[in-house]
């Protein structure tokens, strides 16, 4: 079974740029779709944006559009989320999720979807 490990978050000021990155353990990493979400104090954890098995589909929340970049590198087993033109807003802990049952270049979007989590990263964005 995989097992997720974030890290690459931090603080940073308002405008900055952070880059994630999700190194996967265990077999197979490339049959999972993997996700990014976050979760700030007092709110539901949300999608931030996720990538197909093979990479071909990307699906971002209307707030990551234009600014975050979800990439994989399956010879790496690892998956990253590009992090530019950060807000304060964007202060949560960040995990990576990866989902075994979507088809090829299928993207789910609710947590519920994802069997296996990281631990999470703090991104802590000042103004």
């Known amino acids: 079974q995989v097992q997720l490990v974030e890290s690459g978050g931090g603080l940073v000021q308002a405008g900055g740029s952070l880059r994630l990155s999700c190194a996967a353990s265990?077999?197979?990493?490339?049959?999972?779709?993997m996700g990014w979400f976050r979760q700030a104090p007092g709110k539901e954890r949300e999608f931030v944006a996720g990538?197909?098995?093979?990479?071909?589909?990307?699906y971002y929340a209307d707030s990551a559009k234009g600014r975050f970049t979800i990439s994989r590198d399956n010879a790496k087993n690892t998956v990253y989320l590009q992090m530019n033109s950060l807000r304060p807003e964007d202060t949560a802990v960040y995990y990576c999720?990866?989902?075994?049952?979507?088809?090829?270049?299928?993207?789910?979007?609710?947590?519920?979807?994802?069997?296996?989590w990281g631990q999470g990263t703090q991104v802590t964005v000042s103004s």
């Open positions: 999720a990866a989902d075994q049952n979507s088809g090829p270049i299928q993207v789910a979007r609710g947590p519920i979807a994802y069997e296996l």
């Open positions: 265990g077999p197979a990493f490339s049959d999972y779709a």
């Open positions: 990538i197909s098995r093979i990479g071909g589909r990307l």
